[in-house]
């Protein structure tokens, strides 16, 4: 676990001048060294989160985020963002009910009602208004843009793929550049149970990734963990999604999949974080055997 880490006195100072006094301040971080996340108290029991990004591109696409697209969910389905403050890539967020799903031991049944609700919400986020001129071009190039990138994240990995693993991830690099018009909108960038909060409704949180794309990147991390062996769960999900995924969604995604795999296994080691690298790696190993019989 991170040391944890004091809100510097300027910012709490800033989120005093908004929300009024604070009585009690708890480090909020996910475990990782570039998060910082604060649990603001208020006098009267009210809760707020103050986060500084770890990025200028992380700040810009999470106020952006909070601004035009996130409320579109629906109150309390997400955050409201009260201020920011760019000098220091701050956000003042009111904080929404729930814990992270990931932490509450669900059963299968509650499972399947998180996943209806999270397919919900999605398609809200990834339907949220058309895309500008600006918007469209990047999210039509996010694919290629996937595929491109491929060659930095197998050099990071090095020797933690075998050549016929290696090429396995180029040929499916390769194959997502001929995929062709897939649906695009405005995704969430870390679409996965650690950022959904549940308590019987579902709020999303943490949209640093978010950013104009396929809507099918949203799906990459669950399709690698939550449904790979829980088919139940895709089912609910796309059912209130609203719609089955295309074959060239589909396609895309299995492409998909395979880049995060290399990025898992290139990222999980060196930050000492093994959930990841076991995703990459298991991924990887479903695809050898699928690919290469």
Not at 171 to 184: E, K, S, T
């Amino acid at each position: 676990m991170s040391p944890t880490k004091p809100l510097p006195a300027a910012l709490q100072r800033w989120a005093e001048q908004r929300i009024g006094p604070v009585v009690s301040v708890r480090d909020a971080s996910h475990d990782w060294d570039r998060s910082r996340v604060w649990d603001l108290e208020g006098e009267r029991g009210v809760h707020h989160y103050l986060k500084v990004s770890p990025s200028v591109k992380f700040f810009t696409r999470e106020s952006r985020a909070y601004r035009h697209v996130v409320p579109a969910l629906g109150h309390t389905r997400a955050p409201n963002l009260i201020d920011s403050r760019a000098q220091d890539l701050a956000l003042l967020l009111t904080a929404v009910p729930g814990a992270p799903a990931k932490e509450l031991g669900l059963g299968a049944v509650e499972w399947r009602t998180v996943h209806q609700q999270a397919g919900a919400l999605c398609a809200r986020l990834h339907e949220a208004g058309p895309l500008d001129r600006s918007d469209r071009v990047e999210a039509e190039a996010s694919l290629p843009a996937a595929a491109d990138g491929v060659e930095k994240y197998l050099a990071r990995a090095g020797d933690r793929l075998n050549q016929d693993e290696q090429q396995l991830i180029r040929d499916h690099a390769a194959r997502l550049r001929r995929v062709g018009p897939v649906p695009v909108g405005y995704i969430h960038g870390d679409n996965q149970p650690r950022n959904w909060l549940w308590s019987q409704r579902l709020a999303l949180v943490d949209f640093e990734r978010s950013r104009p794309a396929a809507r099918v990147q949203d799906l990459v991390i669950l399709a690698t963990t939550q449904w790979a062996d829980h088919p139940d769960r895709e089912t609910a999900f796309l059912h209130s999604y609203g719609r089955e995924l295309s074959d060239a969604e589909r396609h895309a995604l299995r492409c998909l999949t395979a880049l995060d795999a290399v990025n898992c296994l290139a990222w999980g080691p060196d930050n000492g974080h093994a959930e990841v690298t076991a995703r990459g790696r298991r991924t990887l190993d479903r695809l050898m055997k699928e690919d290469r019989p």
